[in-house]
């Protein structure tokens, strides 16, 4: 069995096996996690009390009838959220494209890494302290967050989209405006739909916990809850939150297989 | 030609939908209490105002600087041992829920009963450990743990096991399992059959979406602090408190260089294995 001959070693695998070993070694040593302490006896009797007392959950009448408001304020903020950010998000591409010249796209493109760089959350922690507690502030944070991000893809789309429709137009006469709207949103405007539907599930999942630091949703009523040691209240929250999830997961992926099929 | 027919013919239609998304939209407005004069109250820009202020200069003393670099290190340090602790409970999940992974889809029979059912107790489990955003997860484990990196670990290493592993599957799902059929049929073993007949095509995938995964666990674990589960979101918090402006500042540029560098060396990463 001689004839078949052995691979040669790959030098570089090894060495990025190695080195992802290291780092994972590295990341346990330098946390030093008590995770021994954590699965010994007396911890595992504390843990099951704990998980205990968030079952069953709180289905009183009044606490659902709070929940279903907090979920549809949930909603209300991702939707509204991403309405703005498409919106900013369109002026944002128009420059960050190059149509405006070469320093309004560096500028755009600056601009829109730094949105999209800063987390929702800390954008929430930042419009909390200009709009007050509320979903107010959460809706900016999304809205802000989604800009930078829709911004970046709406621009790949307009530069990848081709330019001829456009320059017939404008060769024909047309203003910049209307040559806009009808030789360049029609090759775009189903990506960019796309795009922002997608953005606008992760919007929903992000709206739920923005709440922890004060911009409204279901995550106000967890972190209130969980601060009280309400668990079984909590634990209707948190299931509120994941058949959101589950719903969100759902729809779009019947939606998608729709679109597919359509194709 | 008269003026009428150099009208555009679908205008009417989108005007029309557009007045019946307002109609919606406006419910939700309510809803979300948008108010944009909020925004120029004179309290609410006082506070912002003052607070934006101290941006300038950035904190830059030794002492806070150190803090940072600890609070960096514990951020990246998070997302490294939350995505081992994933991948340790991902990939066993994976095989487990994989229906062309199994013993009765590779030989070609039938599938008992039982194990279908286990299969999809294991799908509804993976729905649980997933739909539950990580940032819950580390609100709940901070109770249990106290404050610190351990609950954002453990809440990382749930929330991204259940999602690799639902990819996995996903991604073992759509392999070639014809390599891995004609090593069974010369008489291989199941283990066998997965490592060099499906394992080989697949992997690449398999890394580079976990490579992304590590990207997202960054991003993750730069605001689990806000919680209380270490990092450098429990700076951020604290310097949002005590409004300081300065501290915020720094930490934001930390945030941006620290959330960049991943987005690179992730797309580096995967260009290289792609």
Same mark, same amino acid.
């Given at each position: 069995?001689?004839?078949?001959?052995?691979?040669?070693?790959?030098?570089?695998?090894?060495?990025?096996?190695?080195?992802?070993?290291? &780092?994972?070694?590295?990341?346990?040593?330098?946390?030093?996690?008590? *995770?021994?302490?954590?699965?010994?006896?007396?911890?595992?009797?504390?843990?099951?009390?704990?998980?205990?007392?968030?079952?069953?959950?709180?289905?009183?009448?009044?606490?659902?009838?709070?929940?279903?408001?907090?979920?549809?304020?949930?909603?209300?903020?991702?939707?509204?959220?991403?309405?703005? &950010?498409?919106?900013?998000?369109? *002026?944002?591409?128009?420059?960050?494209?190059? %149509? *405006?010249?070469?320093?309004?796209?560096?500028? &755009?493109?600056?601009?829109?890494?730094?949105? %999209?760089?800063?987390?929702?959350?800390?954008?929430?922690?930042?419009?909390?302290?200009?709009?007050?507690?509320?979903?107010?502030?959460?809706?900016?944070?999304?809205?802000?967050?989604?800009?930078?991000?829709?911004?970046?893809?709406?621009?790949?789309?307009?530069?990848?989209?081709?330019?001829?429709?456009?320059?017939?137009?404008?060769?024909?006469?047309?203003?910049?405006?209307?040559?806009?709207?009808?030789?360049?949103?029609?090759?775009?405007?189903?990506?960019?739909?796309?795009?922002?539907?997608? %953005?606008?599930?992760?919007?929903?999942?992000?709206? &739920?916990?923005?709440?922890?630091?004060?911009?409204?949703?279901?995550?106000?009523?967890?972190?209130?809850?969980?601060?009280?040691?309400?668990?079984?209240?909590?634990?209707?929250?948190?299931?509120?939150?994941?058949?959101?999830?589950?719903?969100?997961?759902?729809?779009?992926?019947? *939606?998608?297989?729709?679109?597919?099929?359509?194709? | 030609?008269?003026?009428?027919?150099?009208?555009?013919?679908?205008?009417?239609?989108?005007?029309?939908?557009?007045?019946?998304?307002?109609?919606?939209?406006?419910?939700?407005?309510?809803?979300?209490?948008?108010?944009?004069?909020?925004?120029?109250?004179?309290?609410?820009?006082?506070?912002?105002?003052?607070?934006?202020?101290?941006?300038?200069?950035?904190?830059?003393?030794?002492?806070?600087?150190?803090?940072?670099?600890?609070?960096?290190?514990?951020?990246?340090?998070?997302?490294?041992?939350?995505?081992? /602790?994933?991948?340790?409970?991902?990939?066993?999940?994976?095989?487990?829920? +994989?229906?062309?992974?199994?013993?009765?889809?590779?030989?070609?029979?039938?599938?008992?009963?039982?194990?279908?059912?286990?299969?999809?107790?294991? !799908?509804?489990? /993976?729905?649980?450990?997933?739909?539950?955003?990580?940032?819950?997860?580390?609100?709940?484990?901070?109770?249990?743990?106290?404050?610190?990196?351990?609950?954002?670990?453990?809440?990382?290493?749930?929330?991204?096991?259940?999602?690799?592993?639902?990819?996995?599957?996903?991604?073992?799902?759509?392999?070639?399992?014809?390599?891995?059929?004609?090593?069974?049929?010369?008489?291989?073993?199941?283990?066998?059959?997965? /490592?060099?007949?499906?394992?080989?095509?697949?992997?690449?995938?398999?890394?580079?979406?976990?490579?992304?995964?590590?990207?997202?666990?960054?991003?993750?674990?730069?605001?689990?602090?806000?919680?209380?589960?270490?990092? /450098?979101?429990?700076?951020?918090?604290?310097?949002?408190?005590?409004?300081?402006?300065?501290?915020?500042? +720094?930490?934001?540029?930390?945030?941006?260089?620290?959330?960049?560098?991943?987005?690179?060396?992730?797309?580096?990463?995967? !260009?290289?294995?792609?």
């Amino acid at each position: 069995m001689d004839s078949i001959p052995r691979p040669r070693p790959c030098l570089t695998c090894v060495l990025g096996a190695l080195a992802c070993f290291a &780092a994972v070694w590295a990341s346990f040593a330098w946390l030093d996690l008590p *995770f021994g302490e954590l699965f010994a006896a007396s911890a595992l009797t504390d843990m099951g009390r704990f998980v205990g007392a968030f079952f069953p959950p709180d289905l009183s009448p009044a606490f659902l009838a709070k929940v279903a408001s907090g979920t549809l304020e949930t909603l209300a903020i991702s939707a509204i959220g991403t309405v703005l &950010a498409v919106v900013a998000a369109v *002026f944002l591409a128009l420059p960050a494209a190059g %149509r *405006f010249g070469l320093p309004a796209r560096a500028g &755009a493109r600056l601009v829109l890494n730094f949105l %999209r760089s800063v987390p929702e959350l800390v954008w929430a922690t930042l419009m909390v302290l200009l709009a007050g507690l509320g979903p107010f502030a959460g809706v900016l944070a999304l809205a802000l967050h989604t800009a930078g991000v829709l911004g970046r893809l709406f621009a790949e789309a307009l530069e990848n989209s081709p330019a001829e429709p456009e320059a017939a137009l404008r060769e024909l006469g047309a203003g910049p405006v209307s040559a806009f709207c009808y030789g360049v949103m029609p090759l775009v405007g189903a990506q960019w739909l796309a795009y922002a539907l997608y %953005r606008w599930e992760m919007n929903i999942r992000m709206a &739920a916990i923005l709440g922890f630091v004060g911009a409204g949703g279901l995550g106000t009523i967890l972190y209130y809850e969980l601060s009280l040691f309400h668990e079984a209240r909590a634990s209707t929250v948190i299931i509120a939150m994941l058949g959101l999830s589950v719903l969100v997961d759902t729809v779009s992926a019947l *939606f998608r297989r729709g679109r597919l099929a359509a194709q | 030609m008269s003026v009428r027919s150099l009208r555009d013919p679908a205008a009417l239609g989108r005007l029309g939908w557009s007045i019946v998304a307002l109609v919606c939209l406006w419910p939700l407005l309510v809803i979300a209490q948008f108010r944009p004069g909020a925004l120029f109250e004179a309290g609410n820009l006082d506070a912002m105002g003052h607070f934006l202020a101290g941006f300038w200069p950035p904190e830059v003393s030794g002492f806070f600087l150190q803090l940072l670099w600890t609070a960096t290190l514990e951020t990246l340090a998070m997302a490294t041992a939350g995505i081992a /602790l994933a991948l340790l409970l991902a990939v066993p999940l994976s095989l487990a829920v +994989t229906r062309s992974l199994s013993a009765a889809s590779l030989a070609g029979g039938r599938h008992s009963l039982v194990v279908s059912a286990v299969r999809a107790m294991l !799908r509804l489990l /993976l729905v649980v450990l997933r739909g539950v955003p990580e940032l819950v997860w580390a609100l709940v484990f901070v109770r249990v743990f106290g404050l610190g990196p351990a609950a954002g670990v453990l809440a990382l290493g749930i929330t991204y096991g259940g999602m690799l592993a639902k990819v996995f599957s996903e991604i073992l799902e759509s392999g070639d399992l014809r390599p891995a059929r004609a090593l069974m049929e010369a008489g291989s073993g199941r283990t066998g059959a997965l /490592l060099y007949g499906l394992l080989p095509g697949v992997s690449q995938e398999l890394v580079s979406y976990t490579v992304y995964r590590w990207e997202c666990a960054v991003r993750a674990s730069v605001v689990m602090g806000f919680v209380g589960a270490g990092g /450098l979101g429990q700076l951020m918090d604290q310097s949002m408190k005590m409004l300081n402006g300065g501290e915020a500042a +720094t930490i934001l540029a930390t945030f941006l260089v620290l959330v960049l560098g991943a987005d690179a060396l992730s797309a580096w990463l995967r !260009r290289r294995l792609a």
